[in-house]
């Protein structure tokens, strides 16, 4: 079975500085997608990034970046220039290829201070 | 395109009653995901439906069912509820040919007092 850890519960940043938040991924297979999610206090969850496991280049989203290591099983998210909208907890996803089910981390708690 | 929406928006229940929530998925997808929230917690997959049939399910009992209909909506049934139930229920539609990327409904917030 799959398995996502996110070690960091919650993080602060300040306003226009970079943060990186964590997360880990157990798995026994070579194909399969993960996600970044982000679910502010109005509950709705946000695709905020995604990257395919059989891609080596990290992906990029304006502001947001991931840095995945495969073989580390590592995917943290790095979101530069923090805004205050980015205030929200962070889900890391993990997803088979072929199969839709996500299994997520319990989340990281970022806030971005004035 | 319309985005994934759900009702209620928010639900109170006695313990052992039965509940409904509904789903409508954003506009071409075929493919409807129901997950649990517990507060604090990280979403827990439930049950996935596809074309209308059950395709995966959680570890969850089979009081927990579902239902997807001819236009790809999906009901989320619980029945003889129990206080542990208490979470925010979130819907994700996706097109499983092409994505694997779900798109979340805002969530349904039920409370079993």
């Known amino acids: 079975a799959q398995t996502v850890t996110q070690s960091q519960p919650e993080m602060s940043v300040q306003e226009a500085e970079t943060v990186t938040l964590s997360c880990t991924y157990d798995?026994?297979?070579?194909?399969?997608?993960l996600f970044w999610y982000k679910q502010p206090p109005s509950r709705q969850m946000i695709l905020v990034i995604r990257?395919?496991?059989?891609?080596?280049q990290n992906a990029t989203e304006n502001r947001f970046s991931v840095n995945f290591q495969k073989a580390a099983k590592s995917f943290s998210l790095k979101i530069s220039d923090s805004q205050l909208g980015d205030t929200a907890m962070y889900f890391c996803?993990?997803?088979?290829?072929?199969?839709?089910?996500?299994?997520f981390g319990a989340g990281t708690i970022l806030r971005v201070k004035s | 395109e319309t985005g994934v929406t759900q009702s209620p928006t928010h639900l109170i229940k006695t313990r052992g009653q039965q509940v409904t929530l509904r789903c409508s998925s954003q506009?071409?997808?075929?493919?409807v995901s129901w997950y649990q929230q517990a507060l604090g917690q990280g979403p827990q997959f439930i049950f996935q439906?596809?074309?209308?049939?059950?395709?995966g399910r959680g570890n969850f009992p089979p009081r927990f069912s579902g239902l997807q209909f001819p236009n790809y909506s999906s009901e989320l049934n619980v029945n003889a509820l129990e206080l542990d139930d208490s979470a925010l229920y979130l819907c994700a539609s996706s097109l499983r040919q092409l994505t694997d990327t779900q798109y979340f409904g805002p969530g349904t917030r039920l409370t079993v007092l």
């Open positions: 439906y596809y074309r209308e049939e059950e395709n």
């Open positions: 798995t026994s297979e070579n194909n399969y997608y």
């Open positions: 990257q395919e496991a059989y891609k080596q």
């Open positions: 996803a993990f997803s088979m290829e072929y199969g839709n089910k996500l299994v």
């Open positions: 506009s071409g997808h075929n493919t």
